[in-house]
């Protein structure tokens, strides 16, 4: 079993930057994708970005395209996601994910079977 364990939130102001992370307990899934998705008080879990395997393909969400980068490093069981130019509206608890097998479209939380436990982001304006 795989535990994925998110760090980095915070308190930020607008226009700021935040690097989160995302530790797997140890390797994760080979050949599947790894995501973040957000969720807001009182609304849906939404999709932010995700990233291939390889780390050769990235896909974002159209609210943090230009802003947010996706990145990991396999060596380090570990996935990144810089966020700038930070706005109100990315306030949200900040989850990784994990997928372990195929699924039609990997923007969707389902894709995914491992989670972390989440991270506040805050941004004031």
């Known amino acids: 079993q795989v535990r994925l364990v998110e760090s980095g939130g915070g308190l930020v102001q607008a226009g700021g930057s935040l690097r989160l992370s995302c530790a797997a307990s140890r390797r994760t899934f080979s050949g599947y994708p790894m995501g973040w998705f957000r969720q807001a008080p009182g609304k849906e879990r939404d999709f932010v970005a995700l990233i291939t395997w390889s780390g050769s393909s990235t896909d974002y969400a159209d609210s943090v395209k230009g802003r947010f980068t996706i990145s990991r490093d396999n060596a380090k069981n570990t996935v990144y996601l810089q966020m700038n130019s930070l706005k109100p509206e990315d306030t949200a608890v900040y989850y990784c994910?994990?997928?372990?097998?195929?699924?039609?479209?990997?923007?969707?939380?389902?894709?995914?079977?491992?989670w972390g436990q989440g991270t506040q982001v805050t941004v004031s304006s």
């Open positions: 994910a994990a997928a372990a097998a195929y699924y039609s479209d990997y923007r969707e939380a389902i894709a995914y079977t491992h």
